[in-house]
T-cell receptor, first 118, second 109 residues
Framework: GAGVSQSPSNKVTEKGKDVELRCDPI?????LYWYRQSLGQGLEFLIY????????KSGLPSDRFSAERTGGSVSTLTIQRTQQEDSAVYLC????????????????FGAGTRLSVL | KQEVTQIPAALSVPEGENLVLNCSFT??????LQWFRQDPGKGLTSLLL?????REQTSGRLNASLDKSSGRSTLYIAASQPGDSATYLC????????FGKGTRLHILP
């Protein structure tokens, strides 16, 4: 497709289970971002991939959260041993270039995955 | 640490009015500032991006301004329409992108 695709659109899981969220960025985009939006809160940065560079993981809230980007394209965000406070909408975005001075860096967002932990 | 604040949190205005949404940020050393729109159950749509060297950007009925020295950006919407109802988010980018919590806009028909 032409846009950023995320799957599943909705995920309901039981506390303690592991979940995987998938993001398909726009073809050719080298930068990929994961964000989390909790109810009533703003967007929270989680992790950033740029090309083959080591990802910026500084936003991951705990070691239960991890992300991979295979082949510089599809990314998977994994949450292990889910907790109720993990319930949120997880948004993925991609851009043609990464961060930095002079970068136009328009980010295109997917529709998100709504995660509910019971 | 960069903090981004949007005021008001919610706004209702009659159709046809012009309106201004406000965004402030604490660290002026940003690369750019971006305004997004979010519709319920949807992802974000980028509206305007202002580079740090620019003072404003325009797209149709939208105009965004940037004043780095005062740490402020505004989004001006002219001749508002019911279809403009959405949550509007601003985001300041330095080494990361930090979002405000958004302004929920409701245009009354």
């Amino acid at each position: 497709g032409a846009g950023v695709s995320q799957s599943p659109s909705n995920k309901v899981t039981e506390k303690g289970k592991d979940v995987e969220l998938r993001c398909d960025p726009i073809s050719g985009h080298t930068a990929l971002y994961w964000y989390r939006q909790s109810l009533g809160q703003g967007l929270e940065f989680l992790i950033y991939f740029q090309g083959n560079s080591a990802p910026d993981k500084s936003g991951l809230p705990s070691d239960r959260f991890s992300a991979e980007r295979t082949g510089g394209s599809v990314s998977t965000l994994t949450i292990q041993r889910t907790q109720q406070e993990d319930s949120a909408v997880y948004l993925c975005a991609s851009s043609a270039r990464g961060q930095g001075a002079g970068s136009k860096n328009i980010q295109y967002f997917g529709a998100g995955t709504r995660l509910s932990v019971l | 640490k960069q903090e981004v604040t949007q005021i008001p949190a919610a706004l209702s205005v009659p159709e046809g009015e012009n309106l201004v949404l406000n965004c402030s940020f604490t660290d002026s050393a940003i690369y750019n500032l971006q305004w997004f729109r979010q519709d319920p159950g949807k992802g974000l749509t980028s509206l305007l991006l202002i580079q740090s060297s620019q003072r404003e950007q325009t797209s149709g009925r939208l105009n965004a301004s940037l004043d780095k020295s005062s740490g402020r950006s505004t989004l001006y919407i002219a001749a508002s329409q019911p279809g403009d109802s959405a949550t509007y988010l601003c985001a300041a980018q330095d080494d990361k992108i930090i979002f405000g919590k958004g302004t929920r806009l409701h245009i009354l028909p």
